[in-house]
């Protein structure tokens, strides 16, 4: 069985740096082929792609945020880290990590996710 | 990289059929058959409908389908049920840098 979870802060200060921690089971990104990505969902707002590691290290980040983010991944822990300096109010959204699998015909990402984590709220605000 | 773009809304009576766009660019959609669709009710985590342009996950109803024309690709729900009222979210890749890119999404009233 494949899941995934978030944990992190869910209030935050502007400025103030977002560590937020994907947790997952029934893969592994030290011997399966997949990625771990973030998404984040603002309140009544649309979805928007932050960021994506592979199994082999090769890291992806949204062009608009790509200085504000780092993703990183502890296989010993079946975790995925993503950080966001300098946190702001429009920055307030549900955050969601979610599965990308590789083609094993091709060798690329599929670029989509199959499984999510529930999500986690993470408010900015002073 | 801007978003997908997909009307804000779309409606159609039980049993009809429906179809959603998504356009984006030769830089994107137009490009790859990287084009995936996810569903999301109010509140609830956001599930795969469709991916690589029209390809069904296991377990989604055949009711859905997809395609692409261009840089632009469609949803389409044939026989409208009061379920599927709910939000639809295109997703493309973009290219090695740019990676990924969501539409805005639409939301679907069923009359």
């Known amino acids: 069985q494949i899941t995934l979870k978030e944990s992190g802060p869910t209030l935050l200060k502007p400025t103030q740096t977002l560590t937020l921690t994907c947790t997952f089971s029934?893969?592994?990104?030290?011997?399966?082929?997949?990625?771990v990505g973030w998404i984040r969902q603002p309140p009544g707002k649309a979805l928007e792609w932050l960021a994506l590691?592979?199994?082999?290290?090769?890291?992806r980040y949204s062009p608009s945020l790509q200085g504000r983010l780092t993703i990183t991944k502890d296989t010993s822990k079946n975790q995925v880290v993503l950080t966001m300096t300098y946190m702001d109010s429009v920055d307030t959204a549900t955050y969601y990590c979610?599965?990308?699998?590789?083609?094993?015909?091709?060798?690329?990402?599929?670029?989509?996710?199959?499984?999510w984590g529930q999500g986690t709220l993470v408010t900015v605000s002073s | 990289q801007s978003a997908l773009t997909q009307p804000r809304s779309v409606s159609g009576s039980p049993g009809q059929s429906v179809t959603i766009s998504c356009t984006g660019t030769?830089?994107?959609?137009?490009?790859?058959?990287?084009v995936s669709w996810y569903q999301q009710s109010p509140g609830k985590v956001p599930k795969l409908i469709i991916y690589?342009?029209?390809k069904r996950p296991s377990g989604v109803s055949d009711r859905f389908s997809g395609s692409k024309s261009g840089n632009t690709a469609s949803l389409t729900i044939s026989g409208l049920q009061a379920e599927d009222e709910v939000d639809y979210y295109c997703?493309?890749?973009?290219?090695?840098?740019?990676?990924?890119?969501f539409g805005g999404g639409t939301k679907l009233t069923v009359l």
């Open positions: 979610a599965r990308d699998t590789y083609d094993m015909l091709t060798g690329f990402p599929r670029y989509y996710f199959d499984y």
């Open positions: 029934g893969f592994s990104l030290n011997t399966d082929r997949v990625g």
């Open positions: 590691i592979y199994w082999d290290d090769d890291k």
């Open positions: 030769s830089s994107d959609v137009g490009t790859y058959d990287y």
């Open positions: 690589d342009v029209s």
């Open positions: 997703c493309s890749f973009a290219g090695r840098y740019t990676s990924l890119v």
